[in-house]
């Protein structure tokens, strides 16, 4: 082959996904979307078509993580290669819930990550956060629950991811401290309209990260898509959509364009938006400054946050003081 004057780009790796859905639609777009297994097929089509060779999928059926992993042996072109967790472990009542698998006990922790091993997840992910966008207040998994199932999963050699977007400080010592191996998001509160009120940098918690080899996944690239992605034009408006989208998808997806256009409260989101990514830029370059392990995962299938696209997230670390290199 020859490439002369061209640029080789070796196979990209997600490490933060949602397969289920496209990105058409965010928080404030209430459109339905088919959970269709056709549509976990698409997406991993579309990753692959983007560059992206390996995704990690967080949050996922177990049935369709086995069926996607036999077809994708068959036929490796089907997609993106897959690494999957079952479904995200939580406090009863917990970030997730009804969704994910409530958890109760350390007892019924251990039992979890059993079954989900067996099942064929190669990944754990747990939820550790107190607040969401719609509750002030909801309760955080137990820190011996959390020991319980990082032990239970490093037995058979999981790694445990957890979901820490709109953590206080004291659910990210619970994790932390409870031994995970990933902090997935950005924590801090989660107003549309205001700013975090917690960074990694200012918890306290950095030496320990480091000193217990935790990677971050910033997931920049949703923080930027469910807020001000509308008026980024090379974000929808990306040729290579009418491939990677249905018709329908690119029907719905041109609706919440219209919508946004005269949407004044979600223009004041976007502009928000804006300031808060200048502020996880700067917490990118602090993060990495102090030597902390990041990885780079989209939360791809999120709002105006498209599989395949993981160009968006490595060009927003590159922002925040990575170089083009790292």
């Not at 496209?22 to 297994?37: D, I, L, W």
């Not at 709109?166 to 619970?174: F, Q, S, V």
């Amino acid at each position: 082959m020859h490439a002369q004057g061209e640029t080789i780009l070796p196979g990209l790796i997600d490490a933060h996904v949602h397969l289920g859905t496209s990105g058409v639609v965010s928080f404030t777009f209430s459109r339905p979307q088919s959970p269709a297994e056709e549509v976990f097929r698409r997406s991993l089509r579309a990753a692959l078509l983007g560059g992206v060779t390996q995704v990690r999928h967080l949050h996922m059926p177990m049935e369709i993580g086995r069926k996607l992993t036999k077809q994708l042996k068959k036929e490796p072109t089907l997609g993106a290669r897959l690494i999957y967790a079952g479904l995200m472990l939580t406090a009863p009542e917990g970030y997730g819930a009804p969704y994910a698998i409530e958890v109760a006990s350390a007892e019924e922790g251990r039992q979890r990550v059993e079954e989900l091993a067996l099942d064929g997840a190669e990944v754990i992910k747990i939820a550790v956060t107190s607040r969401t966008l719609k509750k002030a207040a909801i309760p955080s998994m137990a820190p011996e629950v959390v020991r319980a199932i990082v032990d239970a999963a490093h037995e058979r050699g999981l790694p445990v991811a957890a979901h820490v977007a709109a953590a206080t400080e004291a659910d990210l010592r619970n994790a932390i401290t409870g031994g995970v191996d990933s902090l997935e998001h950005m924590p801090g509160s989660w107003d549309p309209l205001g700013v975090p009120d917690t960074l990694y940098s200012t918890s306290g918690l950095v030496p320990e990260i480091l000193a217990r080899h935790i990677t971050i996944v910033p997931t920049l690239s949703v923080e930027v898509g469910e807020t001000y992605g509308p008026t980024i034009p090379e974000l929808s408006g990306d040729p290579s959509l009418r491939v990677r989208l249905t018709p329908k998808q690119r029907e719905v997806l041109a609706s919440n364009l219209e919508d946004f256009a005269h949407n004044s409260k979600r223009q004041a989101m976007a502009e928000a938006g804006r300031r808060r990514m200048r502020i996880f830029l700067e917490e990118i370059g602090r993060l990495h400054a102090a030597g902390v392990r990041i990885a780079a995962g989209s939360d791809a299938g999120s709002g105006f946050t498209f599989h395949g696209n993981l160009h968006t997230e490595i060009e927003l670390l590159n922002h925040g003081g990575l170089s083009p290199l790292e």
